[in-house]
């Protein structure tokens, strides 16, 4: 194997030349047969692997544990109260000190016998990718409806891409670590898709490989798949759309927003018909959008920190206060600007603006911890 990237960063006993970077939920029953496919392809290689574990139910932990207590090229990062992938693989990246790194699943669906080749590319390249959609590759395992999102994703992604990728979802890749480290900073961290996050970021665009892979069936346990990741892919398209400038996080809660005057709008008007005094019909309108607000906010705008059970009614309690400060501040400087100037239209788009921000800063470090 010809790769020089690995060879400038080992020799030295114990040192690894070579990190795996695993992001790991609920994998208990793929943890061994993993680091033994990984001993069997990176023969002559000074590897090390980290399982980036977000706090498993199922065990996983302690398995890599009952690993690394007996091998000492397996590590474990865990974190508490964080999901994620992306931000799961960025923070094992930033673990590690090799010169290039790797990043794949834990469910046996990425071939490690790719690796030393993905490793060969680097030699010209600053990224390495494992592509399903490239001639000789292969997502059919994928399963036809999720193979058919995938394809969708792709496409959409051209959206933001500014060089031809065949798979840039892909989650299987190489990568220079000086590469990374100047890209880091600008990372979303946001969702599923850590290689398109990465692509999209660098500046120049990254010298690009792929290699042809077959994407088999997952070994054991299931795909963590959920309707809220496709939530975040847009989440992580708008803001790349947005060159980083506004947070897209801002632009959904403002979106959210919209959506809450429309309900406020539609309660106020069935409430004046049933001939509330109009004091109570607004009341009663204002409670129903910030309920509306609060649930759609934590189903998409914070799909990430979702809170669940009793943290529900606790979130409830902090939105409902924040967003009454919000309406306060929002009502006293659209008056003070109506009495300097008059025009209406301006002095409401300001207050409801500074209410925005406001609801949007507070509730982010109150109601849904940064
Ligand atoms: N640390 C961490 N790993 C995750 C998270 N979600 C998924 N993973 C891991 O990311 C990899 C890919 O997820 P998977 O469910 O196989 O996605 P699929 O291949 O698209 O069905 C697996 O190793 C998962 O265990 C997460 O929130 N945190
Ligand atoms: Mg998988």
Redesign the pocket.
């Known amino acids: 194997m010809n790769c020089p990237i690995v060879e400038a960063g080992g020799g030295r006993a114990g040192v690894p030349a070579l990190s795996i970077i695993?992001?790991?939920?609920?994998?208990r029953g793929?943890i061994e047969p993993t680091v033994a496919a990984l001993d069997r392809a990176l023969r002559g290689i000074a590897w090390e692997v980290v399982f980036?574990?977000?706090d498993?139910h199922d065990g996983?932990a302690e398995a890599v544990m009952a690993l690394a207590h007996g091998d000492p090229r397996v590590r474990l990062l865990r974190?508490l109260g964080?999901?994620?992938?992306s931000?799961?693989?960025i923070d094992?990246v930033l673990a590690t000190t090799t010169p290039a790194f790797v990043v794949?699943?834990?469910?046996l669906?990425h071939d490690p016998d790719l690796i030393p080749h993905l490793l060969e590319a680097l030699d010209t390249a600053d990224l390495a990718i494992g592509s399903r959609y490239m001639a000789g590759g292969d997502g059919t395992a994928?399963g036809a409806r999720?193979g058919i999102a995938?394809r969708a994703a792709t496409m959409l992604s051209r959206l933001v891409l500014r060089q031809p990728v065949s798979d840039p979802m892909s989650?299987f890749f190489a990568m220079r670590r000086a590469q990374f480290d100047e890209v880091a900073p600008r990372l979303s961290g946001i969702g599923?898709k850590i290689l398109l996050d990465i692509l999209v970021s660098a500046r120049p665009p990254l010298r690009v490989a792929e290699l042809p892979f077959r994407f088999r069936p997952?070994h054991a346990?299931?795909?963590?798949?959920s309707a809220g990741?496709v939530a975040e892919y847009l989440l992580l398209l708008i803001e790349k759309l947005c060159a980083g400038i506004v947070p897209a996080r801002y632009l959904l809660f403002s979106a959210v927003g919209g959506i809450g005057l429309l309900v406020h709008l539609a309660v106020l008007a069935v409430a004046v018909d049933w001939r509330l005094p109009f004091a109570v019909a607004q009341a009663l309108s204002t409670w129903v959008a910030m309920t509306n607000n609060f649930f759609l906010n934590n189903y998409l705008t914070y799909a990430?920190k979702r809170r669940r059970g009793w943290n529900i009614v606790t979130g409830l309690a902090t939105f409902y206060l924040i967003c009454s400060i919000g309406a306060i501040a929002n009502v006293g400087i659209a008056n003070a600007i109506y009495t300097q100037w008059s025009v209406w239209w301006q002095a409401g788009l300001a207050g409801a603006l500074v209410g925005s921000v406001w609801n949007y800063a507070v509730s982010a470090i109150y109601t849904w911890r940064r």
């Open positions: 695993v992001p790991t939920l609920n994998e793929n980036v574990d977000d498993s996983t974190r964080r999901r994620g992938l931000s799961a693989c094992g794949m699943d834990a469910d669906q994928l999720r995938s989650g599923f997952r346990g299931d795909s963590k798949l990741i990430d």
